[in-house]
């Protein structure tokens, strides 16, 4: 029935995942340290090209110890006192690692909110700058207007060529170049405040789509280390469970050592081992 195990696994589509959780599935069944560890690690080893390769060597590592005259006791103590800091460190990791994807998903929350903000202010500005324009070409062009009234009053009129004749047509010649000139400089000011307006908006816009683009991955990010924080803390509360001393004759060492060794060449075998 054990070497069934191999077959079986031999048929399973991936390497990493299905490794680890036939590991974790004899784990739990002979309450193991060792098969635990290697569980842990053939999870991790799907985030690296070398990972599989490593967890194999650690198999064979485990096999020579499980074989050996002491291994009844030392294999469990050696990886109890060795993986249980490890897997107090990794967890901090991970949650530290899951705090700083959180923190810059908020930052770039944040940001992307104040733009928008920015824009809409913009836009009301932009807005108001075209109304404004408008309701000024419209008054200019009632000032031209009545001062092409008032010339036109003054040409038909032919009025003797006096000082104050001339003095008056100055002033209304002067007061329309005036207004004309003051009228062009707004107008342009303001043309040119909506340019840089709708310049910094097509700015804002892009820098929305870049961070709403970051947020994405970091959201990618987040449920990838949340998954991840989850096995850690799996794996934490398995060793917890299983490093508690406990009493056991040498049949019931011997027969758990056996079933152990078993389920590592099996795994070891299906990871492409030699058997």
Known sequence: ALRSNAIVLRRAAGGGAQIAAFLET????????????????????????EGL????????GMIVQKQSELASHTTRSHYCDSEMPKAKEELRKVKDQ?????????KLSAKIAELKDENDDLFAAVAKLQQNISESQAQRDREHAAYAEVKARYEASHPEDTDEAMKA?????TEEA?????????????????????????LNNVAIIKMSTDIAASVRDEQTQRDLLQAVEKYQRQLEKQCVVRTETYEERKQRRDQE???????????GGAD
Do not use: G
Request: charged share 35%.
């Open 169 to 173: 047509q100055i002033k209304v010649e």
């Open 178 to 202: 005036d207004r004309s000139l003051a009228f062009r400089r707004w107008h342009s000011d303001a043309s040119a405040s909506i340019k840089e307006d709708n310049k910094k908006i097509r």
């Open 261 to 271: 060794i078993e389920s590592m060449r099996d795994a070891y075998e299906t990871l």
């Open 53 to 60: 390769d490593k967890v194999k060597d650690m198999i064979r």
């Open 26 to 49: 004899k784990a739990q069944q002979l309450d193991s340290v060792d098969l635990t560890v290697l569980s842990h690690a053939a999870m991790l080893a799907q985030r690296s090209p």
């Open 98 to 106: 899951l705090d700083e994807t959180c923190a810059e998903h908020d």
